[in-house]
């Protein structure tokens, strides 16, 4: 049985408190009205990016229309700032949640695969993977409040839940028959259901399958993932359209949803792979050698080439057709947001491949350790850029709010996992592939 050492469930603790302090000071410092805004806005005059647009539009309007206009624009101006900044501590909170939770629904989804392919080679890894969705229930529980807390109106992440933006925007009334508060905040409650249905019954039978004298608790697993991966399928791609692309709600791409699945399934893949080191450096999982290691890793790097495969397809096929209302995703992203942008191509597929296209690396842990390290960092990145640029444009930094709320779900995540990890041996007993697993060498 694994024991949940004291340093480690500190190191989570520290980070969960020391999160909470800076995210509810992300909170606190958040401008509360206009004259704030414009306080934060003359401090930047010396050069900051807020001010040169500023500036720019507000001699166009000077130069364009009279006073009153001028002013009339300068204070929807400054309400659209004030906005940003309020959505920055909700958009910081908002990634780093879905982030760590999709992880988890990744991992899921890898367990299911491996079930329903009646894999030899991983029955050794089932129980940390069982460990890592151990932490959907508590992500899902934490997401759905924060999506309730969108419904309310604490926060403007999504612009179609406003009735004053959706009453001067026809495209959006020409959507709202599916972008709906009780349509959508339902379609949440299944999908979030759904998922941990499924990860309390698989678990449930894989337990209940170490002390059985058949297989039949292996064959119940077996249907109910095959039918699992058919939900997980749909859901998956409408769960990236609610949560993700309809910040977004002008904006289309039929790639989407494969493009979210590939970004979180590699980071649950590489969470696989790095748990599970730390606990063979731990002395535990005495039956994963470096074989089960190094198929972990191709699955890493293969997967790295997909996602990068979805992103160039996405971006090479919008921008070249250039229709404005698609295009704009991009021209926002490389003007606004060059840095991360590209930066998470570098992490997620120059890193990976220059690394672990390399076999002998596969085995390596201090390589594995830093490719790992650098795809998550990438793939969170990479969701920030899907996030970001529609909820606070232009006034983003990587700052205390983004910081905070990485290190208290981190926290939060190691804490689950590994006090999940805690419960149940790590070995299962009576799989029917085990013996194969246990021998897996090539």
Request: overall charge negative.
């Amino acid at each position: 049985m694994y024991t949940f050492s004291s340093k480690l469930k500190t190191f989570s603790l520290i980070l969960m408190v020391v999160g909470l302090l800076g995210i509810g000071y992300g909170f606190m410092s958040a401008p509360k009205d206009i004259q704030e805004v414009e306080a934060i806005l003359a401090s930047d005059a010396h050069g900051g990016h807020h001010e040169a647009s500023n500036s720019s539009s507000e001699a166009h309007a000077v130069a364009e229309n009279d006073k009153v206009s001028a002013e009339k624009e300068h204070k929807e101006h400054l309400e659209h700032v004030l906005h940003q900044l309020q959505n920055k501590p909700w958009s910081a909170l908002y990634v780093a949640c879905i982030f760590f939770m999709l992880i988890s629904l990744g991992v899921l989804a890898f367990y299911a695969i491996q079930q329903v392919a009646q894999s030899g080679w991983s029955p050794v890894l089932f129980r940390v993977m069982q460990g890592i969705t151990a932490y959907l229930p508590v992500g899902s529980v934490i997401f759905f409040i924060v999506l309730l807390l969108c419904g309310l109106h604490f926060n403007h992440l999504f612009v179609w839940l406003d009735p004053e933006v959706v009453a001067n925007d026809k495209l959006i009334q020409a959507k709202s028959g599916y972008l709906n508060f009780p349509f959508w905040i339902i379609r949440a409650a299944i999908f979030l259901m759904g998922w941990n249905l499924y990860r309390y019954f698989s678990r449930k039978n894989c337990l209940a399958q170490d002390e059985a004298k058949d297989d039949s608790f292996y064959k119940k697993n077996f249907k109910m993932s095959a039918g699992f991966l058919v939900f997980f399928i749909v859901t998956e791609s409408i769960m990236s359209w609610d949560w993700i692309m309809s910040i977004d709600p002008h904006w289309f791409s039929t790639l989407f949803g494969w493009y979210v699945f590939a970004s979180f399934f590699v980071s649950g893949i590489t969470t696989i792979c790095m748990i599970s080191l730390y606990l063979k450096s731990k002395g535990y999982l005495e039956y994963v050698n470096t074989s089960h290691i190094h198929d972990l890793a191709k699955f890493m790097f293969g997967f790295s080439v997909f996602w990068t495969y979805l992103w160039f397809s996405q971006f090479m096929l919008i921008w070249y057709a250039d229709i404005p209302e698609e295009v704009t995703y991009f021209v926002t992203r490389i003007e606004v947001f060059n840095l991360p942008f590209f930066g998470a191509v570098v992490m997620n597929f120059v890193f990976p491949i220059l690394i672990l296209v390399n076999t002998d690396f596969k085995r390596i842990t201090w390589v594995l350790v830093m490719a790992g390290t650098v795809i998550l960092l990438g793939h969170y990145v990479d969701f920030f850029n899907m996030i970001m640029p529609g909820t606070v444009g232009d006034q983003w930094f990587i700052g205390i709010s983004e910081i905070a709320s990485l290190l208290f779900f981190l926290g939060l995540f190691i804490y689950v996992v590994f006090t999940a990890l805690t419960k149940v041996p790590l070995l299962p007993k009576r799989n029917p592939f085990i013996e194969e697993s246990k021998h897996f060498h090539y």
